[in-house]
Nanobody, 120 residues
């Protein structure tokens, strides 16, 4: 399984970025996906997840600014990040896993991260 994240970079406060995660080695349409992030000195946290049937869940503190989506035809998961803040600075990781009916997401595979830096 390969999960290749892209789209990170340096952006000013208030700007936007769209992360993409290209997946291979799995039956994309049958899998759930999640984005995690880890800021310096902090624990890794789940940002958003999407099920195989397009149910989504976004971390409460990020709702309204972050959106997760998927394109089964392109085997790609996206995360649109708007109104970015310096506290969004982190390494963002793409994962594939299981999305349970109660909204719980469990990652099985991890890709390499992509750095997002938001300048003030």
């Amino acid at each position: 399984v390969q999960l290749q994240a892209s789209g990170g970079g340096l952006v000013q406060t208030g700007g936007s970025l769209r992360l993409a995660c290209a997946a291979s080695g799995i039956t994309f349409s049958l899998n759930a996906f999640g984005w995690y992030r880890q800021a310096p000195g902090k624990q890794r946290e789940l940002v958003a997840a999407i099920s195989s049937d397009d149910s989504t869940d976004v971390r409460d503190s990020l709702k309204g600014r972050f959106t997760i989506s998927r394109d089964n035809a392109k085997n790609t998961v996206y995360m649109q990040m708007d109104s970015l803040k310096p506290e969004d600075t982190a390494v963002y990781f793409c994962t594939s896993g299981l999305y349970y009916s109660n909204g719980y997401y469990r990652p099985n595979y991890w890709g390499e991260g992509t750095q997002v830096t938001v300048s003030s």
